[in-house]
């Protein structure tokens, strides 16, 4: 807000100004939700085959109803594209929005910088889940998103019920809790690594997260999930805000303390789990993404909760796209992907801003 | 006319009982002291009066309703809170700490609308906080906080304000300027301003009447004239004073004496 603005008005009824970066914020969601159009439609023609945009363009505008245009591709490109590249996509979306805005959410509600969803067990109650599904009989293994999102939010329904006291819920025996449980998990999952054998390889791949797998019917189940817990987390933007205060003032405030939390943690659980269960886990997304629109365009939730929404969909679209492009035809884990070009990125933000961003 | 009113309450911790059969009133346009040693239970009567705690025994009364049966959001819209020593996040600056104040007003759907707005800049021009609207949290002083904070209660819109201790860490300038501030706020928009202080002579200055805490219970109540005296000090805190009338206004001011040379 200009300081001019608020100042110079004569009259006790002051004309209020809208705070100045309300408005570069505002242009930057807008900017963002081109860019995401953008790089959806940039990184369908990259890959095994390349797709000049002519074509591409084309083959996009065909899909419309009532459009007609005489065929210019292969049917093999077509298979390409649409079965195969845009679920990948739009499932890589999905994900890095999903995780980010839980990322985002942890760190609100834990006023802690680091918070992720490791914080509350639910990361290895995933990994537990997936790799029980690996050990299963080979027909079975359809059943390891099942099995992945199960673990993960039976560990923080778990998590949540321990340190429960009385009504209220406590963060910090929230976060030992899930601390404890999480190291449980994980002790159980790495016994099973050692005995499962053959499904090693494929463990530790899923454990280091992949969209090589992606089809249409797991977007289609992954998107309900995900777009409803994102607008749930959304709608409590302001209430989050004031949670940066204490949770004592948040009360005096009005905020019902207690609630938002549960509802909160529940949402930012449920997105978490149905963006690992179909491409197992993927570190870093859920840390970096917020803190770089913090340092960015500060740390206000109803501007920082879009934001990072979007610029996660980008940036696993982007992890996604090197991983599958970078050795081709080898796949590099994306989780390899988002360590190794997101540290650094982060790191040099980190440099250039030396101030308070949480 | 609007009045807070707390019946016999009784105030504690899970089977601990800090406070018992506290009653007092407190009308709009008056600004209220409560005084009392560390310990006493000031604060505690604070976090009774916000719902933060419930009374064991007794009701706390808003006009003539029992604040048990106000949702936090009405409450809030009601009574403000200037908190001693307040969490503040470092990177929001001074102006969205202020909007703050106006959640209770908004619901999940709504957003800050020009009204609101005008509201927030009112609250910050009457606290002296709008120069520093832009700076984030974490690069203001402490007088700049206990100001911001009395702005973000300003822009509740509340009936009531409850200060705790908001003259712990202040220089004597800045004490004096907040007290200033809350009588003006007091006497200008007919608020009731409750205030728990240390100071026996800030007490005595600014407040109309002083609720005097000792033993978990009321030990007396009234004007300034009447509560502050050597014996009622020496019975409440322990220490030896001499209390003598303000050579300016008479109001009873409180000396201290050490005692080395004896």
């Excluded at chain 1, 609630?259 to 659980?269: E, F």
């Excluded at chain 2, 040693?37 to 916000?50: D, E, Q, V």
């Amino acid at each position: 807000m200009a300081v001019e603005s608020l100042k110079g008005s004569d009259t006790p009824k002051t004309i209020a100004i809208y705070p100045v970066q309300w408005r570069s914020r505002i242009y930057a969601i807008a900017g963002m939700d081109i860019l995401l159009g953008i790089t959806i439609v940039v990184t369908l023609g990259i890959g095994s085959i390349d797709v000049p945009f002519g074509t591409l363009f084309q083959l996009l505008l065909a899909k419309l109803p009532l459009v007609h245009i005489q065929p210019t591709w292969t049917n093999n490109t077509e298979i390409i594209i649409f079965d195969i590249r845009l679920p990948r996509i739009l499932l890589a979306g999905l994900a890095g929005a999903a995780l980010a805005v839980a990322g985002t959410t942890y760190q609100g509600l834990f006023r802690n910088p680091l918070a992720d969803p490791y914080f509350l067990g639910v990361t290895q109650g995933a990994a537990l889940g997936a790799v029980i599904g690996f050990m299963l009989p080979a027909w079975q293994m359809g059943s390891i998103p099942l099995l992945a999102f199960v673990g993960a939010v039976s560990a923080a329904a778990m998590v949540y019920a321990i340190a429960k006291v009385g009504r209220t819920l406590p963060m910090t025996t929230l976060i030992l809790a899930g601390v404890a449980i999480g190291a449980f998990l994980a002790a159980i999952t790495s016994y099973l690594m050692i005995v499962s054998g053959d499904s090693l390889h494929g463990i530790i791949s899923w454990l280091l997260g992949s969209f090589s797998l992606t089809n249409w019917w797991q977007v289609a189940i992954a998107t309900p999930y995900i777009l409803v817990g994102i607008v749930i987390i959304w709608l409590y933007a302001r209430p989050l805000n004031v949670m940066q205060l204490d949770e004592e003032q948040a009360q005096q405030l009005g905020i019902n303390v207690e609630q938002v939390k549960l509802i909160l943690l529940g949402a930012a659980t449920l997105i978490t789990a149905a963006a690992v269960c179909f491409c197992g886990i993927i570190g870093f997304v859920g840390i970096i993404i917020p803190h770089t629109i913090r340092l960015i365009w500060g740390p206000d939730h109803r501007f920082l909760l879009p934001l990072a929404t979007l610029a996660g969909a980008i940036f696993l679209i982007l992890a996604d796209t090197a991983a599958r492009t970078m050795l081709a035809p080898t796949e590099v884990p994306i989780g390899v992907i988002t360590a190794f070009l997101g540290a650094p990125f982060f790191l040099y933000l980190l440099r250039q801003k030396k101030r308070a961003i949480f | 006319m609007f009045n807070l009113r707390l019946d016999n309450v009784s105030l504690g911790y899970g089977k601990q009982t800090v406070l018992r059969n506290v009653s007092f009133e407190a009308k709009p346009g008056e600004m209220l002291g409560i005084i009392g040693p560390n310990g006493s239970g000031k604060s505690t009567l604070i976090r009774g009066i916000t719902r933060l705690i419930q009374p064991g025994n007794g009701k706390i009364f808003l006009n003539s309703s029992d604040i048990s049966d106000i949702n936090r959001q009405k409450l809030a819209k009601l009574v403000a809170v200037v908190p001693q020593n307040p969490t503040l996040p470092e990177a929001f600056t001074a102006f969205e700490v202020v909007l703050m104040g106006r959640t209770p007003h908004l619901g999940l759907l709504s957003y800050e609308g020009k009204k609101d707005l005008a509201i927030v800049k009112r609250a910050m021009e009457s606290t002296q906080t709008l120069a520093f609207a832009e700076r984030r949290v974490g690069e203001l002083s402490g007088g700049e906080r206990q100001r911001l904070t009395i702005a973000r209660a300003l822009a509740q819109e509340p009936k009531i304000i409850l200060m705790d201790e908001p003259t712990a860490n202040l220089d004597i300038n800045y004490q004096i300027e907040t007290l200033n501030l809350a009588r003006q706020l007091c006497r200008k928009q007919k608020l009731i301003v409750v205030v728990t202080l240390h100071d026996l002579n800030l007490a005595s200055q600014y407040c109309d009447r002083l609720v005097v805490l000792s033993q978990e219970t009321v030990y007396c109540q009234g004007i300034p004239q009447a509560v502050i005296n050597a014996q009622t000090i020496k019975n409440v805190y322990g220490a030896e004073v001499y209390v003598y009338p303000h050579p300016v206004n008479k109001l009873p001011a409180t000396l201290i004496v050490s005692n080395k040379d004896k």
